[in-house]
């Protein structure tokens, strides 16, 4: 059963903007394996900000907004061995959501030279 829905979309130049100022954005919504994994890519801003739409998404699925005793480092986007995006959670955040319940989390990600979406699905 679907118990949440989340979209979102950035345009890839405000992600790129608010990294580039270097105070501290980038450390404070993408983990370090995040990171690792965006600057390896030619067009690194455009993973940066699909990531940064799927965690939005994904508040937006709990239907919570961003609750306390989370944090956006700790949910982290990986990509599979098949290059399918996923949602692990981390730290405080894992056990925060965990109390909201046991759920299956979807995410679709998109991006394009000046935008990137996501979609979050959560199931139970």
Same mark, same amino acid.
Request: hydrophobic share 45%; charged share 25%.
């Given at each position: 059963?679907?118990? #949440?829905?989340g979209?979102?979309?950035?345009e890839v130049e405000?992600?790129a903007?608010?990294?580039?100022?270097?105070? #501290?954005?980038r450390?404070? *919504?993408?983990? /370090?394996?995040?990171?690792?994994?965006?600057?390896?890519?030619?067009?690194?801003?455009?993973?940066? /900000?699909?990531r940064?739409? /799927?965690?939005?998404?994904?508040?937006? /699925?709990?239907?919570?907004?961003?609750?306390e005793g989370?944090a956006?480092?700790? *949910?982290?986007? *990986?990509?599979?061995?098949?290059?399918?995006p996923e949602?692990?959670l981390?730290?405080?955040?894992?056990?925060?959501?965990?109390?909201l #319940?046991n759920?299956?989390?979807?995410?679709?990600?998109?991006?394009?030279?000046s935008?990137?979406s996501a979609?979050v699905i959560?199931?139970?």
């Amino acid at each position: 059963m679907i118990a #949440g829905l989340g979209i979102d979309i950035v345009e890839v130049e405000r992600i790129a903007e608010k990294i580039a100022k270097n105070n #501290g954005f980038r450390e404070l *919504v993408f983990s /370090a394996n995040e990171i690792a994994y965006c600057e390896k890519k030619t067009h690194k801003y455009e993973h940066y /900000a699909a990531r940064f739409a /799927a965690k939005e998404a994904f508040f937006k /699925a709990l239907g919570t907004g961003w609750p306390e005793g989370t944090a956006f480092n700790e *949910v982290e986007i *990986v990509t599979n061995e098949l290059g399918k995006p996923e949602i692990m959670l981390l730290g405080l955040t894992h056990t925060t959501i965990s109390a909201l #319940g046991n759920f299956n989390i979807m995410v679709s990600l998109t991006h394009i030279k000046s935008a990137a979406s996501a979609v979050v699905i959560l199931e139970k």
